[in-house]
C-alpha cells in the first residue's frame, strides 16, 4: 500500500514542532511536502492555512498538518477552504474521533500548546485512524454542503 501525501505548514511560531512532525511522518512511510513557513522571520498564520487547505482540497496532498501558537487561527484559515475539515487536537482522543466521526482532512496543533512527544502521539493516533463511514458520512456530507 502507498502511503498518503501530507502537505504541511506553520507560521514563526511553530518551525520546530512542524520540522519534528514532518520527521516522525517520514519515519511512518508518509511523504511529505512542507509548504513552509521556513524561517524563523514573522509570517501571517493565515497565509499557511490556506496554503496547506488548498493542498488538501485540490488533491496535491491527501491530508494536511498544520500549527501555529494555539492552533486555533491557522485552522480557521485552512476551514474557509471548501472541503477541508480541520481540527485543533490537543490530545489524541479527539484527534482519533475526529477521524472516524468527522473525516477531518487535515489537524492543527499549538506549539505553544503541547510538546513534541504528546504532538507525535496526537499526529499517530490521527494518522492511524479511518473514517467510520455510516451515520458519521451523512453528517460530513452535511457539513460539507454548508457554504
Not at 484527534?95 to 472516524?100: C, F, P, Q, T, Y
Request: glycine share 10%; aromatic share 4%.
Amino acid at each position: 500500500m502507498t502511503k498518503k501525501k501530507i502537505a504541511f505548514a506553520c507560521d514563526h511560531v511553530a518551525l520546530g514542532l512542524k520540522a519534528a512532525l514532518m520527521a516522525r511522518a517520514n519515519e511512518l512511510g508518509y511523504e511529505v511536502d512542507d509548504l513552509g513557513t521556513y524561517t524563523g522571520d514573522r509570517v501571517d498564520y493565515p497565509v499557511y492555512g490556506e496554503l496547506a487547505g488548498r493542498a488538501v482540497a485540490e488533491g496535491r496532498a491527501d491530508l494536511g498538518v498544520i500549527i501555529c501558537g494555539t492552533g486555533v487561527g491557522i485552522s480557521l484559515a485552512a476551514n474557509r477552504v471548501p472541503g477541508i475539515r480541520a481540527v485543533v487536537c490537543s490530545e489524541p482522543y479527539t484527534a482519533k474521533l475526529s477521524r472516524e466521526h468527522n473525516n477531518t482532512n487535515i489537524l492543527a496543533m499549538g506549539a505553544r500548546v503541547v510538546g513534541t512527544e504528546l504532538a507525535c502521539m496526537i499526529l499517530d493516533t490521527w494518522l492511524a485512524a479511518e473514517p467510520l463511514g455510516g451515520r458519521h458520512a451523512a453528517r460530513v456530507a452535511m457539513l460539507d454542503a454548508i457554504c
